[in-house]
């Protein structure tokens, strides 16, 4: 099955520095990579997603790339606020497949 | 994007008692899942909810441990029975959105905290 590994674990920025987290995963069919992020005390939200026809999406401040190549993808957030402290979680599954399989999650802490 | 509640928010809970979360969405959806997510630790899938048939369920959980109903394509339940301290995590629900062939979108619920004293 698929194996999604994330880093780094902890992630600590300044205030609008840029943060960058990691994931690779194991399954070359995989073909749809969503990001959560998940405050303290609520559910994972969706920020962003990508599917394998693109290379890289952005929205707003938050950006994905994906190299299928390398099997990797990653999160970028530009101009990180005291607002985007959250753990992030990556996620990949194969479309219609029904399982994600998650990451095992960052924590970012952006310090004003 | 589909909007998912959870019911209850958060419970404290006797060893040896039963739970039933009940989980609500806005839309009618085909795919619902249940996921445990113990302190600190990722998302694990516990079962898929299908509605008029039995749960399908991951490697490592039964039914007998957490039975699932889903009577409709707007709503389900998991029971966690027979608690121990460790079932204590957060339980959430989770919905596929398909809004275009091969364009599935998955959303989480708030969650619902759990405490088995």
């Known amino acids: 099955g698929e194996n999604v590994e994330q880093h780094p674990s902890t992630l600590s920025v300044q205030e609008g520095d840029s943060a960058v987290i990691k994931c690779t995963y194991s399954?070359?069919?995989?073909?749809?990579f969503p990001w959560y992020k998940q405050e303290l005390g609520k559910g994972p939200q969706l920020i962003i997603d990508?599917?394998?026809?693109?290379g890289e999406k952005k929205d707003q401040r938050i950006a994905v790339t994906l190299n299928k190549t390398a099997k990797h993808f990653s999160l970028h957030i530009t101009e990180t606020q005291p607002e985007d402290s959250a753990v992030y979680f990556c996620?990949?599954?194969?479309?219609?497949?029904?399982?994600?399989?998650f990451g095992q999650g960052t924590i970012l802490t952006v310090h004003p | 994007s589909a909007v998912i509640s959870q019911k209850p928010s958060r419970d404290i809970c006797q060893r040896g008692t039963s739970l039933t979360i009940q989980c609500q969405v806005d839309?009618?959806?085909?795919?619902m899942f249940w996921y445990r997510q113990q302190p600190g630790q990722s998302l694990t899938l516990i079962a898929t909810?299908?509605?008029?048939?039995?749960?399908?369920?991951e490697s490592g959980f039964v039914i007998d441990k957490f039975p699932i109903s889903r009577p409709n394509l707007t709503f389900s339940t998991l029971t966690v029975s027979n608690m121990s301290p460790e079932d204590s995590s957060i339980y959430l629900c989770?919905?596929?959105?398909?809004?275009?062939?091969?364009?599935?979108?998955?959303?989480f619920g708030p969650g619902t905290r759990l405490l088995v004293l």
């Open positions: 399954d070359s069919a995989s073909n749809y």
């Open positions: 990508i599917r394998s026809n693109v």
């Open positions: 996620a990949a599954k194969r479309t219609s497949y029904g399982k994600l399989t």
């Open positions: 989770s919905v596929e959105d398909h809004h275009a062939v091969y364009q599935e979108t998955q959303y």
């Open positions: 909810a299908n509605q008029g048939s039995e749960a399908t369920y």
């Open positions: 839309s009618q959806v085909t795919m």
